[in-house]
């Protein structure tokens, strides 16, 4: 696939034409949300005008189009991430979702009282929260893996603390809040060899590089469509056929019923029916396999050696602006820049690149105990996507200048 | 970049760098945590109270400079005033902020300084974590949130 034109992608998403007070938009918080392309916003449009009808119940023509039409978006999720069958794709409201579903089902057919279940330090609040959850429960413990300096996973602690104990591991694939991309092939094999069960949250791969659920092996795979050039409010959980089955029951009601009866009980479907109840989000599934096949007409490969370039770019500038420090330091990493300004607070810090058009975000991430690792209450993010351009990278650092100046 | 110069004037960005009373107090006799969730700000307001007056008020903790200046500023202003009167400036600081647009009271003083943020709605929060912080300690309560 040919490197793409950034001028002629930029073209194809609305808001990027924009101004915010009074400068051209600099949208730089891809990691919290990516911006829509037309092809994404005029599927879904063409859908509620001209397809919109209830899946899987009618025998109307409107219903056969809008099931055929999210069917086949399960096919192309299935595609985009190397997932063996779409039977094994669900669609759920997000990654957040989707980890809930794992967990909440782990706690009922998988986890036992003084089982371990191992997460990193890195990992957004959306895969600790459900485990706690799944914890408590079950009264199994969490057990917690260190970060090093730069910004890994600790490869000899993660070994150390895997046992006969370890049941489920859990951990990001790219971190929001650092950028770094782990091993995830590695450590996946290392938690199988010791019997666990492993999810990967893919939220900040799956936009950036070609993943293969098959060849890294993992057991389960989440990502949000609305970070994927998508729609919010849908998400996609991938599990293996093997544990879809094992796997309970979690939302019920319609959609996900063989039978219902008052005197012999009720029957499910198969996964991936079985986990979604009631009317799905089918605009926001067909809108994700729009964006789906947007990605995949720039092919994988062009977006990640595109964003790679911006990272070489920007990360030296970034650098070299007085004062500031960076928190992620890896050499593979998504397009994801956290760092802190000496006597700037990363609060102060985003208001005034607001102020000159520029989105970032400054906080703990949702991460709040890697923020407690470094000792700093929070960063401000720059994340990038392939619809960025060097020169927006350029006025983020000019206006980073200015702001260690009126700091000073 | 004149709502910009309104929010960091000269004094905030001084306070920020050199914030007044940022320190412990053993002998306090009242304080409380305030934090704003959002944000990760957190701030410790101690105060001495004798017969009913604010005899010391310092704070510690992290925040942006919008949080830290009015917390700076607060300590400052405090001091040496009534529990009524401290009240009493902490609701003209949040109806400078939330308010009608007007000229600040002249009683505000070097706070007036504060009156840019309102143009920021996302930061008043960090401007008003102080003073709801300073309320819940001089009320007993210990901890407060933004949320």
Known sequence: ????????????????????????????????????????????????????????????????????????AREKVARFIGAPSPREIVFVRGATEGI???????????LRTDDEILLTRMEHHANIVPWQQAAAQTGAR????????????????????????????????????????????????????????????????????RVDVAALGCDFFVFSGHKVCGPTGIGVLYGTSEWLEKLPVYQTGGDMIGRVSFEQGT????????????????????????????????????????????LEHVTPRLLAVPGVKLYGSVERKVPILSFTMDGVHPHDIGTILDTDGIAVRAGHHCAQPLMKHYGIPGTARASFAF??????????????????KMFA | MSELADLYQEIILDHNKRPRNFR??????????????????????????????LSDVAFQGQGCAISRASASMMTGKTKGRSTAEARELAGRVRDMLVGPEVEPPRELGDLAALSG???????????????????????????????
């Open chain 1, 1 to 72: 696939m040919p490197p793409f034109d950034p001028s002629e992608i930029r073209a194809d998403f609305p808001i990027l034409g924009t101004e915010v007070n009074g400068r051209p938009l600099v949208y730089l918080d891809n990691a919290a949300t990516s911006q829509k392309p037309r092809q994404v916003l005029d599927t879904m449009d063409r859908f509620y005008r001209e397809q919109n009808g209830n899946i899987h119940r009618g025998v109307h023509y409107l219903s056969q189009v809008a099931t055929e039409a999210y069917d086949r």
């Open chain 1, 100 to 110: 809930n579903l794992v967990a909440h089902g782990l706690a009922r057919c998988w």
């Open chain 1, 142 to 209: 969490i057990v917690v893996v260190d970060v090093t300096a730069d910004g890994r996973i600790d490869r000899e602690d993660f070994v150390r603390k895997l046992g006969p104990r370890t049941k489920a591991v859990s951990f990001v694939h790219a971190s929001n809040a650092l950028g770094t991309i782990n091993p995830a092939a590695e450590l996946i094999r290392l938690a199988h060899g010791v019997g666990a069960v492993v999810l990967l949250d893919g939220c900040q791969s799956a936009p950036h590089f």
């Open chain 1, 267 to 310: 029957t499910f479907l198969e996964p991936p029916e079985k986990f979604e109840a009631g009317t799905p989000d089918i605009a926001g599934a067909i809108g994700l396999g729009a964006a789906v096949d947007y990605l995949e007409s720039l092919g994988l490969d062009a977006v990640e050696e595109a964003e790679q370039r911006l």
């Open chain 1, 387 to 404: 619809y960025n351009t060097t020169e927006e990278a350029d006025v983020l650092v000019a206006s980073l200048r200015k702001i260690g």
């Open chain 2, 24 to 53: 412990e107090m053993p002998e306090c006799t009242c304080q409380a945590d305030g934090l704003n969730p959002l944000c990760g700000d957190e701030v410790k307001v101690l105060v001495r109270l004798e017969d009913d007056k």
């Open chain 2, 117 to 147: 943020v309102r143009k920021f709605p996302a930061r008043i929060k960090c401007a008003m974590l102080p003073w709801h912080t300073l309320e819940a300690a001089l009320s007993g309560r210990v901890k407060v949130s933004t949320e």
